[in-house]
Protein backbone atom coordinates (compact mmCIF):
# COMPACT_ATOMS: atom_id res chain seq x y z
CA UNK A 1 0.00 0.00 0.00
CA UNK A 2 1.15 3.82 0.01
CA UNK A 3 1.36 5.48 3.78
CA UNK A 4 2.92 8.67 3.77
CA UNK A 5 3.51 10.11 7.49
CA UNK A 6 3.73 13.65 8.73
CA UNK A 7 3.65 15.26 11.89
CA UNK A 8 -0.20 16.90 12.90
CA UNK A 9 1.30 19.86 14.25
CA UNK A 10 4.01 22.21 14.22
CA UNK A 11 4.38 25.45 15.87
CA UNK A 12 7.10 28.28 15.28
CA UNK A 13 7.46 32.14 15.83
CA UNK A 14 7.48 34.73 13.07
CA UNK A 15 10.79 35.14 11.14
CA UNK A 16 12.09 31.81 12.45
CA UNK A 17 12.76 28.67 10.02
CA UNK A 18 10.30 25.44 10.23
CA UNK A 19 10.86 22.21 9.03
CA UNK A 20 8.09 19.54 7.89
CA UNK A 21 9.38 16.39 7.42
CA UNK A 22 7.56 13.67 5.42
CA UNK A 23 8.15 9.84 5.48
CA UNK A 24 6.66 7.53 3.02
CA UNK A 25 6.29 3.63 2.43
CA UNK A 26 5.65 3.38 -1.32
CA UNK A 27 7.30 2.93 -4.91
CA UNK A 28 7.21 3.57 -8.22
CA UNK A 29 6.30 7.57 -7.82
CA UNK A 30 8.14 9.93 -10.03
CA UNK A 31 8.15 12.49 -7.56
CA UNK A 32 7.08 14.60 -4.32
CA UNK A 33 5.04 17.57 -4.55
CA UNK A 34 4.21 20.46 -1.67
CA UNK A 35 0.94 21.95 -0.99
CA UNK A 36 -0.31 24.66 1.16
CA UNK A 37 -4.05 25.14 2.09
CA UNK A 38 -5.43 27.56 4.09
CA UNK A 39 -8.51 26.83 6.36
CA UNK A 40 -10.29 24.69 4.12
CA UNK A 41 -9.56 26.75 1.00
CA UNK A 42 -8.31 25.23 -2.03
CA UNK A 43 -4.85 23.44 -1.79
CA UNK A 44 -2.42 25.53 -3.56
CA UNK A 45 0.92 24.13 -5.14
CA UNK A 46 4.03 24.83 -3.49
CA UNK A 47 6.83 22.83 -5.04
CA UNK A 48 7.61 18.90 -6.89
CA UNK A 49 11.13 16.83 -5.89
CA UNK A 50 11.94 14.52 -9.04
CA UNK A 51 15.00 14.31 -8.27
CA UNK A 52 17.10 13.78 -5.00
CA UNK A 53 18.43 16.97 -3.51
CA UNK A 54 17.23 19.88 -3.10
CA UNK A 55 14.79 22.73 -4.60
CA UNK A 56 14.48 26.13 -3.79
CA UNK A 57 11.51 28.67 -4.64
CA UNK A 58 11.71 31.71 -2.54
CA UNK A 59 11.43 31.01 1.12
CA UNK A 60 10.58 27.46 0.26
CA UNK A 61 12.79 24.63 -0.10
CA UNK A 62 12.01 21.06 -0.53
CA UNK A 63 13.68 18.29 -0.21
CA UNK A 64 13.49 14.10 -1.40
CA UNK A 65 15.90 11.67 -0.54
CA UNK A 66 14.56 8.27 -2.36
CA UNK A 67 17.37 6.32 -0.67
CA UNK A 68 15.38 7.30 2.58
CA UNK A 69 12.21 7.37 1.91
CA UNK A 70 12.13 10.87 3.45
CA UNK A 71 11.63 14.60 2.39
CA UNK A 72 10.99 17.88 3.98
CA UNK A 73 9.54 21.45 3.61
CA UNK A 74 11.39 24.49 5.08
CA UNK A 75 10.38 27.46 5.44
CA UNK A 76 12.46 30.31 6.12
CA UNK A 77 11.57 33.92 7.96
CA UNK A 78 7.92 32.43 8.57
CA UNK A 79 5.62 35.39 8.19
CA UNK A 80 2.05 35.46 9.84
CA UNK A 81 0.30 34.31 6.66
CA UNK A 82 2.44 31.08 6.70
CA UNK A 83 0.09 29.67 9.26
CA UNK A 84 -1.57 26.94 7.49
CA UNK A 85 -1.94 22.99 6.31
CA UNK A 86 1.18 21.43 4.47
CA UNK A 87 0.47 18.29 2.80
CA UNK A 88 3.40 16.29 0.78
CA UNK A 89 2.60 14.10 -1.66
CA UNK A 90 3.65 11.64 -4.11
CA UNK A 91 3.03 11.95 -7.92
CA UNK A 92 2.42 9.04 -10.15
CA UNK A 93 3.03 9.26 -13.66
CA UNK A 94 -0.56 10.09 -14.79
CA UNK A 95 -0.06 13.06 -12.42
CA UNK A 96 -2.06 11.25 -9.49
CA UNK A 97 -1.79 12.39 -6.12
CA UNK A 98 -1.58 10.47 -3.15
CA UNK A 99 -1.59 12.92 0.05
CA UNK A 100 -0.42 12.88 3.56
CA UNK A 101 -2.61 13.55 6.54
CA UNK A 102 -0.99 17.20 6.53
CA UNK A 103 0.83 19.09 8.93
CA UNK A 104 -0.86 22.36 10.73
CA UNK A 105 1.63 25.10 11.06
CA UNK A 106 0.67 27.47 13.57
CA UNK A 107 3.16 30.63 13.54
CA UNK A 108 2.86 32.84 16.51
CA UNK A 109 4.32 36.57 16.62
CA UNK B 1 -12.42 31.59 -15.92
CA UNK B 2 -8.93 31.94 -14.30
CA UNK B 3 -9.35 29.13 -11.82
CA UNK B 4 -10.74 25.94 -11.51
CA UNK B 5 -14.61 26.11 -10.63
CA UNK B 6 -16.74 24.03 -9.21
CA UNK B 7 -20.35 23.94 -8.62
CA UNK B 8 -22.63 24.19 -6.59
CA UNK B 9 -20.60 25.23 -3.83
CA UNK B 10 -22.77 23.84 -0.80
CA UNK B 11 -25.00 20.68 -1.62
CA UNK B 12 -27.37 18.87 0.76
CA UNK B 13 -29.69 16.54 0.20
CA UNK B 14 -31.35 13.37 1.63
CA UNK B 15 -29.94 9.77 1.20
CA UNK B 16 -30.72 7.63 -1.40
CA UNK B 17 -31.15 10.40 -3.42
CA UNK B 18 -28.22 10.97 -6.98
CA UNK B 19 -25.58 14.08 -6.96
CA UNK B 20 -24.11 15.55 -9.81
CA UNK B 21 -20.91 17.60 -9.15
CA UNK B 22 -19.29 20.04 -11.95
CA UNK B 23 -15.72 21.09 -12.57
CA UNK B 24 -14.91 23.40 -14.88
CA UNK B 25 -11.35 22.86 -15.35
CA UNK B 26 -8.42 25.85 -16.34
CA UNK B 27 -8.93 26.49 -20.19
CA UNK B 28 -6.50 24.71 -22.10
CA UNK B 29 -5.78 21.66 -19.01
CA UNK B 30 -5.59 18.45 -20.30
CA UNK B 31 -5.25 16.51 -17.34
CA UNK B 32 -8.70 16.92 -14.34
CA UNK B 33 -8.63 14.48 -11.61
CA UNK B 34 -11.19 14.36 -8.91
CA UNK B 35 -10.44 14.35 -5.13
CA UNK B 36 -12.23 13.76 -2.00
CA UNK B 37 -11.21 15.58 1.27
CA UNK B 38 -12.51 14.81 4.70
CA UNK B 39 -12.12 17.06 7.23
CA UNK B 40 -8.68 17.45 9.33
CA UNK B 41 -7.75 14.57 6.14
CA UNK B 42 -5.24 15.33 3.22
CA UNK B 43 -7.10 15.30 -0.37
CA UNK B 44 -7.85 11.52 -1.13
CA UNK B 45 -7.57 10.90 -5.13
CA UNK B 46 -10.80 9.26 -6.81
CA UNK B 47 -10.23 9.63 -10.15
CA UNK B 48 -8.39 11.35 -13.75
CA UNK B 49 -8.91 11.86 -17.09
CA UNK B 50 -7.14 13.01 -19.77
CA UNK B 51 -8.75 14.69 -22.36
CA UNK B 52 -11.69 12.72 -22.22
CA UNK B 53 -10.34 9.41 -21.29
CA UNK B 54 -10.93 8.22 -17.81
CA UNK B 55 -7.63 7.13 -17.36
CA UNK B 56 -7.67 5.72 -14.12
CA UNK B 57 -10.31 5.25 -11.37
CA UNK B 58 -8.84 3.09 -9.14
CA UNK B 59 -10.15 5.51 -6.60
CA UNK B 60 -13.59 5.38 -6.64
CA UNK B 61 -14.87 4.00 -3.55
CA UNK B 62 -17.64 1.87 -5.48
CA UNK B 63 -19.83 1.65 -8.34
CA UNK B 64 -22.41 3.87 -6.65
CA UNK B 65 -19.43 7.00 -7.91
CA UNK B 66 -19.04 8.00 -11.46
CA UNK B 67 -17.52 10.52 -13.60
CA UNK B 68 -17.27 11.73 -17.25
CA UNK B 69 -15.70 14.56 -19.32
CA UNK B 70 -17.47 13.94 -22.59
CA UNK B 71 -15.58 17.17 -24.50
CA UNK B 72 -12.21 17.04 -22.55
CA UNK B 73 -13.73 20.21 -20.84
CA UNK B 74 -16.33 19.93 -18.23
CA UNK B 75 -16.36 16.82 -16.21
CA UNK B 76 -19.10 15.64 -13.76
CA UNK B 77 -18.78 13.78 -10.86
CA UNK B 78 -22.23 11.86 -9.95
CA UNK B 79 -22.99 9.67 -7.05
CA UNK B 80 -25.99 7.68 -6.80
CA UNK B 81 -28.36 6.34 -4.01
CA UNK B 82 -26.28 8.99 -1.98
CA UNK B 83 -24.95 7.59 1.82
CA UNK B 84 -24.13 9.80 4.85
CA UNK B 85 -20.71 8.36 4.64
CA UNK B 86 -20.32 10.24 1.20
CA UNK B 87 -20.35 13.34 2.95
CA UNK B 88 -17.36 15.39 1.99
CA UNK B 89 -15.44 18.17 0.24
CA UNK B 90 -15.03 16.71 -2.91
CA UNK B 91 -12.68 18.83 -5.03
CA UNK B 92 -11.35 18.95 -8.64
CA UNK B 93 -8.17 19.84 -10.01
CA UNK B 94 -6.45 20.42 -13.44
CA UNK B 95 -2.77 20.42 -15.14
CA UNK B 96 -1.49 20.65 -18.16
CA UNK B 97 -0.31 17.36 -19.24
CA UNK B 98 2.81 15.68 -17.48
CA UNK B 99 3.24 14.42 -13.76
CA UNK B 100 5.68 17.12 -13.07
CA UNK B 101 2.86 20.23 -13.95
CA UNK B 102 1.47 20.93 -10.08
CA UNK B 103 -2.43 20.45 -10.19
CA UNK B 104 -4.61 23.63 -9.44
CA UNK B 105 -7.86 22.98 -7.34
CA UNK B 106 -10.84 24.28 -7.75
CA UNK B 107 -12.39 25.52 -4.16
CA UNK B 108 -14.72 22.42 -3.83
CA UNK B 109 -18.08 20.89 -3.45
CA UNK B 110 -19.30 20.62 0.29
CA UNK B 111 -21.47 17.48 -0.26
CA UNK B 112 -23.94 16.97 3.44
CA UNK B 113 -26.14 13.68 2.86
CA UNK B 114 -28.84 14.04 5.49
Redesign the interface.
Known sequence: GQSLEQPSEVTAVEGAIVQINCTYQTSGF??L?WYQQHD??????LS?N?LDGLEETGRFSSFLSRSDSYGYLLLQELQMKDSASY?C?V????????????TTLQVKP | GAG?SQSPRYKVTKRGQDVALRCDPISGHV?L?W?RQA???????LT?F?YEAQ??KSGLPNDRFSAERPEGSISTLTIQRTEQRDSA?Y?CAS?L????????????TRLSIL
Do not use: C, W
Open positions: YGSGGAPTFYAFAVYSTGKLIFGQG | VSYYLGQGPEFYNQDMRSQGSSQPQHFGDG
